[in-house]
């Protein structure tokens, strides 16, 4: 990618917020969820780290956990898959000795022209991918969760207005709000907070992957900020989110960094 996206929080001095916590992030080697994943090491978080097939990407990521003296668990695999989620959630509490935090991240996207063009293999495929694994991870940690854990689901500006061209992908952040909602009232009495960050444009390998050239130039100039996010800039919304010590009266929130632009209502 040109320019290199910051996604590995170099200038984030850490505060022990997270001291002794045990972290899964999902989608978490590259982008939002490596700099996630860096920031929560640097407040004292092991982390296990969910991903598809970017072996090195997620090598690298937990590398940079490591970096900070905590323990980082590499977790690859299709999260579109049930099983697999369920194995996940296994596997990291196995291997981090228990689970605090849970973030909801992976995601997948695919822009069309219309809705004539997008078939019902992607449709289900984002679907699956988007939202039903952010079910069944979430499903599958509430064993191992206690009061004072945190869930933090990933959403996006296109949940909050729609988006022409991400039809499918806009949907699930739609319906990643509303399960936030839901579950953070669902949760309550168990101490569980549920909250969820939706951010602007943010470059990440998601965009070159997924965009034509000319959309990927122009990528994020139509916010007032005139850019897109960093990683970097993001990852602050989640440790805020997963700290009790910050955020011990935020539950079914949406927080929407999203460089200046501003929704009705």
Not at 36 to 56: M, N, P, R, S
Not at 125 to 140: E, G, H, L, P, Q
């Amino acid at each position: 990618m040109s320019p290199e996206p910051r996604d590995e929080m170099r200038d984030h001095i850490g505060s022990d917020l997270l001291k002794g916590k045990r972290a899964l992030i999902t989608g978490g080697d590259s982008g939002i969820g490596r700099a996630v994943a860096v920031a929560f090491a640097k407040e004292g978080a092991d982390v296990a780290i969910a991903y598809l097939t970017e072996h090195e990407d997620a090598r690298h990521t937990g590398e940079l956990v490591e970096a900070e003296g905590r323990r980082s668990v590499l977790l690859p695999g299709d999260l579109a898959d049930g099983d697999h989620c369920a194995a996940v959630v296994r596997r990291a509490v196995d291997e981090l000795g228990g689970l605090d935090i849970v973030v909801n991240n992976v995601a997948y996207q695919s822009p069309v022209d219309s809705l004539e063009e997008l078939d019902e293999e992607q449709w289900e495929r984002t679907f699956a991918v988007n939202i039903t694994s952010y079910y069944r991870v979430t499903k599958a940690a509430l064993p191992h969760l206690r009061e004072g854990s945190a869930i933090i689901n990933t959403s996006s500006i296109n949940g909050l207005r729609g988006n022409k061209t991400l039809i499918d992908y806009a949907a699930t952040k739609g319906a990643i709000n509303a399960f936030t909602y839901s579950m953070a009232q669902n949760l309550t009495e168990r101490g569980i907070r549920v909250n969820a960050v939706a951010p602007g444009p943010v470059w990440t390998p998601l965009i070159p992957a997924t965009m034509p050239p000319e959309k990927v130039e122009k990528f994020g100039s139509q916010v007032p900020m005139g850019r897109a996010a960093d990683p970097d800039e993001i990852a602050p919304s989640y440790v805020f989110f997963a700290a009790g010590r910050l955020s011990s009266y935020y539950t079914g929130e949406i927080l929407a960094p999203i460089g200046g632009e501003t929704l009705p209502g």
